[in-house]
């Protein structure tokens, strides 16, 4: 953090490297806020999620009618990020042809719509991130080595949350006191069997990993402070045959926590669903057996 801080200030463009779920996008956030442009907008988009043609029109905006549903102009997030940040985030997926536009847009500080001729000028600050090895990604000829050089002006690298237990416990804490609000749960705290969990635990999924497991224990807690039963199984390193009592305990958590999600989006079963990584007729299930006598 003591790189982090010392560039915040500056308008230089960041990339931030390390695995999946590590805090890159967290990270972003903190170097937006610390920085000049604190009051301007931070805009965050995922690379990854799009195809060629989507992404375009996505970081560059569109004319109406370049292409069939474009009924009207719009700008991309370069034009809506204007004297704020824009977080390009999973940068290591973006393909050869976008990569040459991308780069363009980089060096001459312009943005021209999709449909359009006219170069529209932009003053943003670019931080992006991947969990992908760039440099071998430049060996195999599939990104850009101007492009890399471009946004690797400062590098920043989040190591594995196993790397840093020292951490665990603030971040746990910080993420309760966030689940616990957002959920209007009156859980305040952890036991200390259950605190001695979360950190022997490796959190392969690192701090994505963990703010799910604290958002699982939060929902299905019973009493003030969250119990090494609260917690996912993987964490708590549980067996993976259960008795039958604590097979029934373990599914009645699960569906509280399933209810919650629910709650969550507003009775919206299916965005539920999608975030649960279930489908929908299986959370119907669950959720109907939990109301049967």
Not at 66 to 71: D, K, L, M, S
Not at 91 to 110: D, F, H, N, T, Y
Not at 169 to 193: D, H, K, M, N
Request: charged letters at 30%; a positive charge; one cysteine or more.
């Amino acid at each position: 953090m003591v790189m982090a801080a010392r560039v915040a200030p500056l308008d230089s463009t960041v990339l931030i490297t390390g695995e999946s779920g590590v805090g890159k996008e967290r990270l972003a956030r903190w170097l937006h806020d610390a920085s000049p442009r604190a009051r301007g907008a931070f805009l965050a988009v995922n690379c990854g999620a799009f195809a060629d043609s989507l992404l375009e029109s996505e970081l560059f905006g569109h004319a109406r009618g370049a292409f069939t549903g474009a009924v009207q102009d719009r700008r991309g997030v370069f034009e809506a990020a204007d004297g704020g940040t824009l977080f390009l985030d999973e940068i290591g997926e973006v393909s050869p042809a976008m990569q040459v536009k991308l780069l363009r847009v980089i060096q001459e500080r312009q943005v021209t719509r999709v449909g359009e001729t006219r170069a529209r000028a932009v003053d943003v600050r670019l931080i992006a991130a991947t969990n992908r090895d760039l440099p071998a990604e430049m060996a195999q000829h599939r990104f850009r080595a101007d492009l890399y050089y471009r946004l690797r002006v400062i590098d920043l690298h989040v190591p594995p949350l196993r790397e840093r237990p020292d951490e665990i416990l603030g971040l746990a804490r910080a993420f309760l006191r966030e689940t616990s609000t957002r959920l209007r749960r009156p859980v305040v705290g952890y036991t200390p069997r259950a605190l001695a969990c979360l950190v022997d635990h490796s959190w392969p999924g690192n701090i994505r990993e963990l703010e799910h497991a604290i958002e699982r224990a939060c929902a299905v807690a019973t009493g003030p402070e969250i119990d090494v039963e609260d917690l996912p199984d993987l964490v708590r390193g549980a067996p993976q045959s259960p008795t039958p009592s604590a097979r029934h305990i373990r599914t009645e958590r699960d569906r509280a926590y399933m209810r919650a999600v629910v709650d969550r989006h507003h009775g919206h079963r299916q965005r539920a669903a999608e975030e649960l990584g279930v489908s929908l007729s299986t959370l119907k299930r669950r959720l109907r057996a939990g109301r049967q006598p």
